[in-house]
């Protein structure tokens, strides 16, 4: 039902860093580039930059470990950590951590839906509530994404963690977790609206039932001036 899907890596692209220090980084950011540090267990650190074009680049390729070439020796790495600046969001620093093909590593993966569902073609809506998951596994047997197919679902259908479980990757989720379903779409009814007529005030053709009150004060008003002036 489900399966890994695998594609040749994404190379990163760096360059060894000369320069340190606050104005060194800040030239280098002002040129587009980006300080790079790689670590791996044992081993001082390595310092690099990347260019901002090549980071973005890396980052949509849906890739979560990565090819980098050090000191001449292809090795894999996936990202540790990144630095952002605080209002616009810019990447500022980026670590990378080395892995080996045997090492044990967590690290989410994107799950992509394939097919179209038999209750979808019925007149029912395909729900996604989960659309990544960590999984921990070897370096090398990581997978891109883990493909679910949906085509059998009907409406009412689910699929669940359990079911997505396979020998190459522990999913860190539990078995009852839904990944997609497919359910009836919800009607959107008006809300209907119930009205306590003897709360109404109603208004009549010379004007509110305040507008009367008022008018036969002052008429009674008038009534009594009169009657006093012919007392008089």
Not at 45 to 64: I, N, P, Q
Not at 69 to 87: L, W
Not at 99 to 128: A, K, N, S, Y
């Amino acid at each position: 039902m489900a399966q890994a899907k695998t594609k040749k890596r994404f190379e990163l692209q760096v360059e060894q860093r000369s320069e340190f220090g606050r104005k060194a980084v800040k030239a280098l950011r002002v040129d587009g580039y980006i300080p790079v540090n790689f670590y791996s267990g044992g081993e001082d650190a390595y310092s690099f930059v990347m260019t901002e074009s090549h980071l973005r680049e890396a980052m949509h390729s849906g890739d979560k470990i990565f090819n980098i070439i050090i000191e001449g020796e292809q090795r894999r790495a996936m990202v540790k950590e990144v630095q952002f600046h605080p209002v616009t969001d810019k990447v500022l620093h980026i670590d990378f951590l080395g892995i080996r093909l045997r090492d044990i590593i967590e690290i989410p993966v994107p799950v992509i839906l394939t097919g179209i569902p038999v209750g979808v073609e019925e007149g029912g809506l395909l729900q996604q509530p989960v659309h990544e998951v960590n999984v921990r596994c070897k370096g090398e047997d990581v997978p891109d994404s883990v493909e679910v197919d949906v085509s059998h679902l009907s409406i009412g259908d689910a699929i669940h963690v359990e079911e997505i479980r396979n020998d190459l990757y522990e999913i860190l989720l539990s078995d009852e977790i839904t990944i997609t379903s497919v359910v009836l779409p919800q009607k959107l009814e008006e809300p209907v609206v119930e009205v306590d007529e003897d709360e109404l005030e109603f208004e009549d053709e010379e004007g509110s039932e305040d507008g009367e009150k008022s008018e036969g004060a002052e008429g009674s008003d008038k009534s009594d001036k009169s009657d006093k002036g012919s007392d008089e």
